[in-house]
């Protein structure tokens, strides 16, 4: 018997999408916004790099050469986070994640055996959430990514408890992927909104699902952080110091937020082995799954490598490197 390799971080570009949002009122608003939080300058790379890997992004045979190349099994492909057009009314909303489900689903059945999809729900409209999660499901996808918040609501928000429930129930995988940072302009130079923002947009999000108790709510739950979590992992113990020092830190959840690592699902894509071999230590080598970000520049081109570097135990290095993933996937090693 054994194990597939697994990569759980990888996108793919709907361009249907894109082309039902596109005019709408409140797109270019939306452009704009993420225009100025990242600044010109990183737009001026971000253009070229996507269309340079757009074969990647969207022909499933460009994908299975890759993963071929890299080693890679199976993925687990996720719409790129460009999609989740937030600022959508729930009609618009509708329509985005019904199409990003069906093209999502359409591209993994090239290849069902190797490639695993994620739909998407609007996270701005909860009422819409659980039936977007069920459509999803319906088009055979493992579950949806979310981003770590949407206008005005955070992931501890009272109005998704119906949302956590069904996913709870069904067993469906959620990918917690941020786009954007709520620093904003700070972050508009030397891509500081991708380096900085990004795990800082983890860890606050993590943290409402810790603090507020919605881990404690639905022990089931399988959420997936990309990018390690951020920088909550390697940063828990200022979080337990709060829970057991302050009242309004300790009111929401039942147990030290550190021990809740372990109900969680982190990817590998941390950029440093020893950050990687600290992820595996706090959260445990059965809560780590390998993660590339593929085909992004700020992912890893070859992440078993980059697995290795950290140098981990045998049985530590084949459980990052997929039979945690496949146990979540239900996959029967060959």
Request: net charge negative.
């Amino acid at each position: 018997m054994s194990t597939p390799t697994v990569d759980v971080h990888a996108h793919v570009l709907l361009p249907e999408v894109e082309a039902l949002v596109a005019g709408l009122p409140g797109h270019e608003a939306s452009r704009a916004l993420d225009a100025r939080r990242n600044g010109p300058e990183a737009l001026a790379v971000s253009g070229p790099m996507v269309r340079e890997r757009l074969p990647a992004l969207t022909d499933p045979a460009v994908r299975l050469a890759a993963m071929d190349e890299q080693g890679v099994d199976l993925q687990l492909v996720s719409p790129s986070p460009s999609h989740y057009h937030y600022w959508a009314g729930e009609e618009t909303a509708e329509r985005v994640y019904r199409l990003a489900n069906e093209a999502t689903a359409s591209h993994c059945s090239a290849a069902p055996g190797r490639l695993h999809g994620l739909g998407l729900v609007p996270l701005q409209h909860p009422a819409l959430m659980v039936r977007a999660l069920e459509h999803a499901l319906e088009q055979g996808l493992s579950g949806v990514e979310i981003s770590s918040h949407a206008p005005g609501r955070e992931l501890s928000d009272p109005a998704y408890a119906p949302f956590w429930s069904r996913a709870d129930e069904t067993g469906s995988l959620i990918f917690l992927h941020p786009f954007g940072c709520t620093l904003d302009d700070r972050l508009d130079r030397w891509y500081l909104s991708n380096t900085v923002g990004q795990p800082t947009e983890n860890a606050v999000a993590l943290s409402h699902l810790i603090f507020s108790g919605v881990l404690d709510r639905h022990p089931g739950l399988k959420v997936i952080a990309a990018h390690g979590g951020g920088y909550l992992p390697t940063h828990i113990g200022r979080s337990d110091h709060a829970w057991s020092a302050r009242p309004d830190a300790g009111a929401g959840c039942a147990h030290l937020p550190s021990s809740y690592l372990a109900r969680l699902y982190f990817d590998s894509l941390v950029h440093d082995p020893h950050v990687l071999r600290e992820l595996v230590r706090v959260a445990g080598a059965d809560r780590v799954l390998l993660g590339s970000d593929f085909p992004f520049d700020m992912g890893s081109d070859d992440p078993v490598r980059a697995l290795r570097s950290a140098g981990l135990s045998k049985d530590d290095f084949d459980a990052v490197r997929g039979a945690n993933a496949a146990a979540l996937l239900d996959i029967i090693p060959a």
